[in-house]
């Protein structure tokens, strides 16, 4: 073998090497984003599920002040897609709480957001907000909250009773979502795992979510803490 050929093979080797480091590096980064698409994909299908594969249903989102959060963007993407593949489902809208938060986390940590506390005006949901958003969507079948749940005031319960809406919570686990399992108001919350789970590699969607998350209804709630 002359130094030519041995330099091209060197050549060769390095380049494949380094094809291989990138392409590896790139599939890790998209594998950070599975969890949340898998979130919003199977929250997707279990509301889909409670309202019976038709009607309207609400949204309420973060509002995170101009900051950019790629998880949250990439559950939301996955939740609207997994709605658009049933026509007999729309959003009949979008509304936004103001959350207060710090920096964008530098880790990939499975938490949702937490509202906090301002010195001056309340952020993040309040009592009496829902209870409003049943009133101006009356026709809708389910609100489903994509941050925590505010403790509810008489006027809350009382129209979510007399509308019948569903209402379901993404978010972190509250210790009071217990009785509002126990006197249906609260018909579906999705919580992170206290430990994702590790084992077999995740083949689909189902597989992502139930490593991180559970589904919790009135049958399983007392389990909780």
Same mark, same amino acid.
């Given at each position: 073998?002359?130094?030519?050929?041995?330099?091209?093979?060197?050549?060769?080797? $390095?380049?494949?090497?380094?094809?291989?480091?990138?392409?590896?590096?790139?599939?890790?980064?998209?594998?950070?984003?599975?969890?949340?698409?898998?979130?919003g994909t199977v929250a997707a299908q279990e509301t889909v599920k409670l309202i019976g594969d038709?009607?309207?249903?609400?949204?309420?989102?973060?509002?995170?002040?101009?900051?950019?959060?790629?998880?949250?963007?990439?559950?939301?993407?996955?939740?609207?897609?997994?709605?658009?593949?049933?026509?007999? $489902?729309?959003?009949?809208? #979008?509304?936004?709480?103001?959350?207060?938060?710090?920096?964008? %986390?530098? #880790?990939?940590?499975?938490?949702?957001?937490?509202?906090?506390?301002?010195?001056?005006?309340?952020?993040?949901?309040?009592?009496?907000?829902?209870?409003?958003?049943?009133?101006?969507? #009356?026709?809708?079948?389910?609100?489903?909250?994509?941050?925590?749940?505010?403790?509810?005031?008489?006027?809350?319960?009382?129209?979510?009773?007399?509308?019948?809406?569903?209402?379901?919570?993404?978010?972190?686990?509250?210790?009071?979502?217990?009785?509002?399992?126990?006197?249906?108001?609260?018909?579906?919350?999705?919580?992170?795992?206290?430990?994702?789970?590790?084992?077999?590699?995740?083949?689909?969607?189902?597989?992502?979510?139930?490593?991180?998350?559970?589904?919790?209804?009135?049958?399983?709630?007392?389990?909780? %803490?």
């Amino acid at each position: 073998m002359n130094k030519k050929t041995a330099f091209i093979l060197i050549a060769v080797v $390095i380049l494949a090497v380094g094809a291989t480091l990138y392409l590896k590096r790139g599939s890790s980064r998209k594998n950070v984003l599975k969890p949340f698409q898998a979130l919003g994909t199977v929250a997707a299908q279990e509301t889909v599920k409670l309202i019976g594969d038709q009607g309207l249903i609400v949204l309420v989102v973060p509002d995170f002040g101009g900051t950019a959060y790629p998880t949250f963007d990439a559950q939301m993407a996955a939740f609207r897609t997994e709605i658009q593949k049933h026509p007999g $489902i729309t959003i009949a809208g #979008t509304e936004t709480i103001k959350v207060g938060l710090s920096a964008p %986390p530098t #880790t990939s940590k499975l938490k949702f957001v937490e509202p906090t506390l301002a010195a001056r005006a309340p952020v993040g949901p309040q009592p009496g907000q829902l209870g409003e958003l049943v009133a101006n969507y #009356t026709t809708a079948k389910a609100i489903v909250y994509f941050v925590d749940l505010p403790e509810l005031n008489a006027g809350d319960v009382a129209a979510l009773k007399q509308q019948g809406t569903k209402l379901i919570a993404i978010s972190d686990w509250q210790p009071y979502y217990k009785s509002l399992f126990a006197d249906n108001l609260l018909q579906l919350s999705v919580v992170p795992r206290p430990q994702p789970e590790t084992g077999k590699k995740p083949r689909d969607m189902k597989d992502w979510f139930d490593r991180s998350y559970a589904l919790v209804t009135a049958d399983n709630a007392a389990n909780l %803490p």
